[in-house]
C-alpha cells in the first residue's frame, strides 16, 4: 500500500499579543507609533531617500523599549511568544536564550506596499499588528522552495494549503505571527483609505 507524508514543515505562529506578559493597550500603542513617526525626522528623511513608501523606524530608531514604556512591556510579552514558538519548533538552544536584536514601527499609507523579503542573521522574525483598517493587505509568504522548482507545472486553485505556492495570512489587531527568519514575505498593496501600522521585529541567538 503507498504511502505519502509531508516532510521539512514550514511553521507559522500566531496568537493574541496578550495571551503572554503584560496587557498592551492597542489604541495606546496606536497613537505611540503616529506620535513617533512624527517626531522622527530621520526616519523619514530615510524613506524618502530610500522610496519607502510611508513610514519605518527601522534605519532611525533602535531603542523605542528603552525610550518607551509600551514598547518595554510589548517586548516582554513578545519574548514569551518566541519562546514557546522556539518549543514548539524543538530547537536545542543549549542553554543560551533567543533574545531580542531589533524592533521597529511600520506605517504603510494607501497604496503602499513593501516588496518580498527574508531577514539574515536572526532566527526567528515576526509582527504584531495595531492597525489594519477594512481592506488592507494581508502578510503574503512564499514557499521556501520556489528557488529549487525549475520545471515543476503551476498548482491547481484550489490545492490544498500545504502545497500552495503562497499563502495570504490576514491578521487581527492584537494578533501576534512569527515565522523563522528565512522564511520570504511580503506586504501587498495597501487597499485601504486608512494607514496599516504593525511593528515587526527580529530574535537572534544569543
Given amino acids: 500500500m503507498s504511502e505519502i507524508e509531508s ?27 503616529l506620535v513617533i513617526a512624527g517626531d522622527d525626522d530621520a526616519g523619514h528623511e530615510w524613506c524618502e531617500a530610500n522610496d519607502y513608501p510611508g513610514y519605518t523606524s527601522y534605519a532611525s530608531l533602535t531603542d523605542l523599549p528603552w525610550r518607551f514604556p509600551i514598547f518595554a512591556d510589548l517586548v516582554k510579552s513578545l519574548d514569551a511568544h518566541v519562546a514557546a514558538f522556539a518549543e514548539d519548533l524543538q530547537f536545542d538552544l543549549d542553554g543560551r536564550k533567543l533574545v531580542l536584536e531589533d524592533l521597529w514601527i511600520n506605517i504603510l499609507p494607501e497604496g503602499g506596499t513593501h516588496s518580498a523579503h527574508i531577514h539574515p542573521h536572526s532566527v526567528i522574525s515576526g509582527t504584531t499588528y495595531v492597525a489594519m483598517p477594512e481592506g488592507t493587505s494581508a502578510l503574503k509568504l512564499e514557499d521556501p522552495r520556489h528557488a529549487m522548482m525549475m520545471a515543476t507545472p503551476p498548482r491547481i486553485k484550489d490545492a490544498r494549503r500545504e502545497l500552495k505556492s503562497f499563502i495570504y ?25 486608512e494607514e496599516r501600522i504593525s511593528v515587526s521585529f527580529n530574535y537572534r541567538w544569543e
Wanted: net charge negative; aromatic share 10%; charged share 25%.
Fill in 169 to 193: 495570512v490576514k491578521p487581527n489587531v492584537g494578533d501576534v505571527l512569527l515565522w523563522e527568519s528565512w522564511l520570504r514575505h511580503e506586504v501587498p498593496m495597501n487597499m485601504a483609505e
Fill in 7 to 33: 516532510l521539512f514543515v514550514t511553521r507559522l505562529y500566531r496568537a493574541a499579543l496578550t495571551e503572554f506578559g503584560p496587557k498592551v493597550d492597542a489604541a495606546e500603542m496606536e497613537n505611540s507609533c
